[in-house]
Nanobody, 124 residues
Framework: QVQLVESGGGLVQAGGSVRLSCAAS????????MGWFRQAAGKEREFVAA????????YYADSVKGRFTISRDNAKNTVYLQMNSLKPEDTAIYYC?????????????????WGQGTQVTVSS
């Protein structure tokens, strides 16, 4: 079983940057995709970005392409989300999770459990 702990959120002004971290433990990750999701108040949870652990291939939602960068540190079993040029509409609770394929990563409703997430608030 995989344990995931998100951190790094906070309050930032529009145009600013934040880096989120997701520390994973409990299983080997070579067969996994790890990714970030977000849920704004009153909205459904949505896919943000993912990385294939074995190859480093990355995937992004259209809304964050060019602004967010996902990366991984194999030695630390940690995934990062560097968020630049933040907009008020990026305000949400950000969660990380793992899956065996990218199709599942792009479908948040398929996940059975979530961590507490980390709040990112972007002020205008």
């Amino acid at each position: 079983q995989v344990q995931l702990v998100e951190s790094g959120g906070g309050l930032v002004q529009a145009g600013g940057s934040v880096r989120l971290s997701c520390a994973a433990s409990g299983r080997t990750f070579s067969a996994y995709y790890m990714g970030w999701f977000r849920q704004a108040a009153g909205k459904e949870r949505e896919f943000v970005a993912a990385v294939r652990w074995s190859t480093g291939s990355t995937y992004y939602a259209d809304s964050v392409k060019g602004r967010f960068t996902i990366s991984r540190d194999n030695a630390k079993n940690t995934v990062y989300l560097q968020m630049n040029s933040l907009k008020p509409e990026d305000t949400a609770i950000y969660y990380c999770n793992v899956a065996f394929n990218i199709a599942t990563m792009r479908t948040p409703a398929d996940f059975g459990s979530w961590g507490q997430g980390t709040q990112v608030t972007v002020s205008s």
